[in-house]
C-alpha cells in the first residue's frame, strides 16, 4: 500500500534516498528490500512526504512483496506489517459496512444487512421485484469504432457507519449508484484475453435520474 512505485508529482529521486512530496498517511516501516531492489529499505512518512532511505548492501530478496515490519495507516485503521503476516488494529472510527439496499419495482427498498443476508445475484428470484431497465450503450474506442450495447441498470444504496457508533446516523456515509450490465464486452480489451468490462457502477447524483447517471457515464467514463 506504500510502495514507492506509486506516482507523485515534483519528486527526488537518487541512488540511496528517494522523496516524494504529497499528503500521505502516517508510516514507519522496514522492508527487507525494496519493490524488485534487494536493498532494504527504510519508510518513513510522519503526514506530508514519502522518504525512502536505501540502505548500502543487498537481502536476498527481489520481488514485489519482501518481508516488512513496522506500522502504517490506512483505511482509519493502524496496520502492522510483520514479515509475511500483517496485523490490524480497527479503530472506533473506521467506517463499516451497514447494509446494501436496491430499489423496488414499487420505488421502496430492499435492504440487505449482517443479520438478514440476501442474494442479490439470483436474477430469477429478484427479476419481478427490483427496479430495472434496459438503455442503449454507445461506447467509442480509440480507433473509432463505435461498441453499441445494451446495457441493464438497476440502483443500489450503500451505508457504512463508525465501528463504535453503528447505533447513531450521525456517523453514517452513503453512496448511492448505478448498477450496470452489459450485454457484451465493452473497453479497449474487448475481444482480447483480458476481456473487457461487463459490469460496472456509476455515482448517481442528487436529482439525477438512473438515464440521466447513465448518459453522463457514457460521455465520461473510459474503459482502458
Not at 465501528?163 to 475481444?191: H, L, P, Q, Y
Request: hydrophobic share 30%; net charge positive; aromatic share 18%.
Amino acid at each position: 500500500m506504500h510502495k514507492k512505485e506509486k506516482c507523485y508529482q515534483k519528486s527526488y529521486r537518487g541512488k540511496y534516498v528517494d522523496f516524494y512530496p504529497k499528503v500521505s498517511n502516517f508510516a514507519l516501516q522496514y522492508d527487507l528490500a525494496g519493490y524488485f531492489d534487494p536493498r532494504p529499505q527504510i519508510h518513513i512518512c510522519l503526514g506530508w512526504g514519502n522518504l525512502f532511505i536505501n540502505l548500502p548492501f543487498k537481502s536476498k530478496y527481489n520481488e514485489c512483496e519482501p518481508p516488512r515490519y513496522g506500522v502504517y495507516y490506512h483505511e482509519r485503521c493502524f496496520w502492522f506489517p510483520h514479515g509475511r503476516k500483517i496485523y490490524c488494529l480497527h479503530l472506533p472510527f473506521e467506517y463499516d459496512w451497514v447494509r446494501t439496499s436496491y430499489l423496488r419495482s414499487d420505488n421502496t427498498w430492499e435492504n440487505e444487512t449482517k443479520s438478514n443476508s440476501k442474494n442479490f445475484w439470483k436474477d430469477e428470484e429478484w427479476k419481478d421485484i427490483l427496479w430495472k431497465e434496459v438503455y442503449p450503450y454507445t461506447y467509442t474506442l480509440k480507433n473509432g469504432t463505435s461498441q453499441n450495447r445494451q446495457a441493464t441498470v438497476k440502483v443500489v444504496e450503500r451505508e457504512w457507519r463508525w465501528r463504535s457508533f453503528k447505533w447513531t446516523k450521525i456517523t453514517a456515509m452513503k453512496r448511492r449508484v448505478i448498477d450496470i450490465e452489459f450485454d457484451d464486452e465493452v473497453g479497449e480489451r474487448s475481444g482480447s484475453y483480458k476481456g473487457g468490462c461487463m459490469g460496472c457502477s456509476y455515482d448517481l447524483l442528487p436529482n439525477e435520474t438512473p438515464l440521466d447517471a447513465l448518459r453522463r457515464m457514457e460521455s465520461e467514463r473510459v474503459f482502458k
